[in-house]
């Protein structure tokens, strides 16, 4: 079997002892790398709250798009309406593109109807007439 002679010429004493002197104890090793694990978790820290005083950088659109309500029509597809300025957009979704089904002005009266009126749900007003019967005294 041959042997190969170029590695082992590289290697003088000088290397050797270098190498040995240099040698990191386990306990260092470890200290080294836990304070490397604080220091990037520290700058992360950093960057998140830094980024969180900026705020979310604004492109040059500045139109102002709201989506008023939709409705589940099947598994994938939806029908949407979006309010862009001063005009209400019908959309229908599905989950391989988008198409504009209607649009109409803006109907103010509806909007504050759905803003000032609360939510019916009825759950919550079985659950609280339930309620309401077991804490009565019976008689």
């Known amino acids: 079997m041959r042997r190969f ?12 002892f270098a190498a040995e002197q ?8 470890l200290l080294q790398i836990f304070l490397g694990l604080i220091a990037v ?32 029509v099947g598994n ?11 005009q209400w957009i019908v959309v229908g979704i599905t989950a391989s593109q988008i198409n504009t ?14 803003d000032d009126a609360q939510p019916v749900n009825p759950f919550s007003t079985w659950l609280k007439r339930t309620m309401d019967k077991r804490n009565e005294p019976q008689q």
């Open 76 to 86: 994938r597809e939806r029908i949407m309406v979006v309010e862009v300025a001063d």
């Open 22 to 29: 240099t040698a990191i104890s386990p306990a260092a090793g």
């Open 101 to 114: 089904l209607s649009t109409m002005p803006k109907q103010i009266n509806l909007a504050e109807q759905q």
């Open 5 to 16: 002679l170029f590695p082992a010429a590289l290697l003088t004493t000088n290397t050797v």
């Open 41 to 72: 978790l520290a700058l992360m820290a950093v960057a998140a709250w830094s980024f969180k005083k900026i705020g979310p950088v604004t492109t040059g659109n500045k139109v102002p798009v709201k989506i008023v309500g939709g409705v589940n």
